[in-house]
């Protein structure tokens, strides 16, 4: 598998130029993860339903969990058609599924961590990647680990790495002009990731536990995910997970760390592919035909089509201002921090940001004001509309879907499941279709 990757990721690299847009284009489209539910019917059944679906749209396709659906847009040139073609696009085919969910008595999640089911032992899907991806992990994790997480007095165990199985995510793919403009384009999305990602956050309740942490997936992901040896550890090898342990300085150093880490399957003619399948930093590069795309991977999926829209516009302005600027990277152990924080406490943490000309720690509902107007700018430099950002304009105050569910749920750590109904429902995030 090795050498298959190493002669295709050389072919890419020998064909560079081949990646070059010569034409002014913002080209993006979407990957949406959501979780069918219902009180009345089993999960097996609703698997059972969502197979039904899948025959029936074929634009649905499998994920990890065995409720859950993935579908995406079309790609869509947005400097030609502007940012609300992207949303008729989505809010589309959203609006196709749900027919589908009504006419079965499916309701949607539409949240980042499935609150019902229970961690370990989480139903997956029947197909052999969704069994032997999970199952390398949990036979392989690094011995001696702490795999509970809560920041309430009460500790959840995620100790099985079926358990992403439960989450679900927004990823937005964006097409990069060259292959450098590739790289920078990652090392930019890595660093202003956790400022969207702190006001975005919907994966707070695990098996109807309040954990606490705004937004919960990705430190599951690296604890059920580390499989690292005592040796790889002391030579400071990193997850493949969330950040890399520097920014990259081209396409051979990303293609080096991807190389890093078990294939996991065995299929040489796909070994590219899969590297990048299980290539789960907060974003990565993918190869689409001759066009280079960068992928942000860390946005969960949000209550509605037009917050995920605002919450695209927010990251893709913010990248353009940060490219037009020339903005400095920040030190990645600033990011790091501002990662954790992002996770663990949204909005009510503490970031690191570019301020009056230099770096400074600015609190979340400064950070959000300061890091909206850089994406409004950006915007604008490259001829879009910031018109969707007035979905959120307000999160700085009003706070993440997180943080807006457990305010419904106050005084609650272990909710009843009827109670868990109820706030999902008042705060949108259940569509009851």
């Not at 690094?142 to 795999?147: E, N």
């Not at 919450?311 to 913010?318: E, N």
Request: charged share 25%; hydrophobic share 40%.
């Amino acid at each position: 598998m090795l050498d298959a990757f190493d002669a295709q990721a050389e072919d890419i690299c020998s064909r560079r130029d081949s990646f070059r847009v010569s034409a002014p284009a913002v080209v993006v489209g979407l990957e949406s993860e959501i979780a069918l539910f219902s009180d009345e019917i089993e999960p097996r059944d609703i698997s059972q339903l969502r197979e039904e679906m899948i025959r029936e749209n074929g634009e649905l396709a499998h994920e990890l969990g065995a409720t859950q659906l993935e579908f995406r847009t079309s790609p869509v040139d947005i400097l030609d058609r502007g940012i609300g073609a992207l949303q008729e696009e989505l809010a589309g085919k959203y609006e196709q599924i749900r027919r589908q969910a009504v006419a079965r008595d499916l309701f949607i999640l539409r949240i980042g961590a499935n609150p019902f089911y229970p961690i370990l032992g989480a139903p997956r899907t029947d197909k052999p990647r969704y069994q032997l991806v999970p199952d390398f992990q949990n036979v392989n994790r690094r011995a001696g680990m702490d795999t509970t997480i809560g920041m309430n007095g009460t500790r959840v165990d995620v100790g099985d790495a079926a358990s992403v199985s439960l989450f679900q995510a927004l990823h937005v793919n964006l097409q990069a002009d060259s292959i450098p403009d590739a790289v920078d384009k990652l090392n930019r999305s890595l660093m202003v990731s956790p400022y969207v990602l702190a006001a975005a956050g919907n994966s707070r309740y695990l098996n109807l536990t309040d954990t606490g942490l705004n937004e919960a997936r990705m430190v599951v992901w690296e604890l059920s995910h580390d499989t690292r040896t005592p040796e790889e550890l002391r030579q400071g090898v990193g997850l493949r997970i969330g950040l890399p342990e520097n920014y990259f300085g081209n396409l051979r150093a990303y293609f080096n760390r991807m190389r890093r880490y078990p294939f996991i399957l065995d299929d040489p003619a796909k070994a590219f592919g899969i590297a990048t399948g299980l290539s789960w930093l907060d974003a990565r590069i993918k190869f689409i035909g001759n066009h280079a795309v960068v992928e942000l991977r860390s946005l969960p999926t949000l209550p509605t089509t037009s917050q995920e829209v605002a919450f695209v516009s927010f990251y893709l302005g913010r990248l353009f201002y940060s490219q037009l600027s020339g903005e400095n990277l920040l030190d990645i152990a600033m990011v790091e921090e501002n990662r954790l924080n992002a996770m663990l406490y949204g909005l009510q943490a503490r970031f690191w940001c570019h301020a009056d000309g230099g770096v400074k720690v600015l609190s979340g509902t400064e950070m959000f004001r300061s890091e909206l107007a850089k994406a409004k700018s950006g915007l604008g430099e490259v001829g879009l509309s910031a018109d969707a950002l007035g979905e959120i304009e307000d999160w700085g105050e009003l706070g993440s879907p997180s943080s807006r569910l457990a305010q419904n749920l106050s005084g609650y750590v272990q909710v009843p499941h009827c109670k868990m109904v109820d706030a999902l429902w008042r705060t949108g995030i259940l569509d009851m279709c």
